[in-house]
């Protein structure tokens, strides 16, 4: 019989540098207790990551570990679940990194649906690199950037992965490691694409985000029925309940199959045509 896995087995031995407070700490957390909860093998994991704060994660996490491209985290998931279907893959990243400069790969991803687990550590600023506006920082809100801010409506990126295909959307908050944990689990169980974005505080660059802790609606929210009821949720909602909002039933993409698996002759030979 195998040891049973505890969260601290899934701690790589390197020490986080994120500043202390920093919310991106509880989603390390939930992610080591939810790999415990599903017993997963450290060498049957992987996760994917581009730059910034949150994408410093993988190096935390006892598994195998891709620390990307800003923006590209999607990508070199997409291809390494096609390419190694047993691996349990996750996307990791911040606001800045998967809605912004990787924007378009989040796109393709919900419409593809390979199943891929992607979670978001939305601060609703670019952390990393001192505090420019991201697509999820409020119109009005200051940086030195921009001090009367952005007069941008913030991007609505669980809308958008509804209507562009994701089947598995929840909203969670870092400072409930409990709560997300089983999140990510059930989330990783669920077939296809799921999108977690959390939300978590850059204490340093949004100080005033530390008051989440008293604002967040904890499993406010409830799988809808439908996408369109979804969509409302997360159109008409508050904006800082959390839950799972959307379970789908899509069936993943697995690639092209046998059709794709041309020689290098045959390609060229396509190409040349
Ligand atoms: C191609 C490219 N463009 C820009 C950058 C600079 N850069 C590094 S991290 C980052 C933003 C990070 O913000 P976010 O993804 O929200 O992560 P956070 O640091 O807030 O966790 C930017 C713009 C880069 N590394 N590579
Ligand atoms: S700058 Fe913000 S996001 Fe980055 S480690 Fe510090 S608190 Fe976390
Ligand atoms: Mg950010």
């Not at 409990?178 to 340093?204: Q, R, W, Y």
């Amino acid at each position: 019989m195998t040891d049973i896995r505890k969260p601290t087995d899934y701690k790589s031995a390197i020490k986080p540098i994120w500043c202390p407070g920093c919310g991106d700490y509880g989603v390390l957390s939930a992610i080591t207790k939810a790999f415990a909860k599903l017993q997963l093998p450290p060498d049957e994991v992987a996760v994917v990551s581009g730059i910034g704060c949150a994408a410093r994660i993988p190096a935390y996490i006892n598994a195998y570990g891709f620390h990307g491209l800003h923006g590209r985290a999607l990508p070199i998931a997409t291809g390494l679940k096609l390419s190694r279907p047993e691996l349990t893959v996750l996307a990791a990243g911040g606001d800045g990194d998967i809605y912004s400069i990787g924007g378009n790969h989040f796109l393709h991803a919900c419409r593809r649906n390979v199943d891929i687990t992607l979670l978001v550590m939305d601060n609703r600023i670019y952390g990393m690199t001192k505090g420019q506006p991201s697509p999820t920082t409020e119109a009005d809100f200051p940086t030195h950037l921009y001090p009367e801010g952005t007069h941008l409506a913030p991007l609505n990126a669980l809308a958008i992965a509804l209507v562009a295909g994701a089947n598995f959307v929840a909203r969670t908050f870092s400072g409930d490691p409990n709560g997300l944990a089983e999140d990510i689990a059930m989330a990783i169980k669920h077939p296809g694409f799921s999108v977690i974005e959390i939300l978590s505080p850059c204490v340093t660059f949004r100080p005033e985000q530390r008051e989440w802790k008293r604002h967040v609606l904890r499993g406010a929210l409830e799988p809808a029925a439908s996408v369109a009821e979804a969509l409302q949720v997360v159109t008409t909602g508050p904006e800082l309940a959390t839950g799972v909002i959307w379970k789908g039933s899509r069936p993943p993409y697995e690639g092209p199959g046998e059709q794709a698996a041309r020689s290098l002759e045959q390609l060229m030979e396509d190409f040349a045509a």
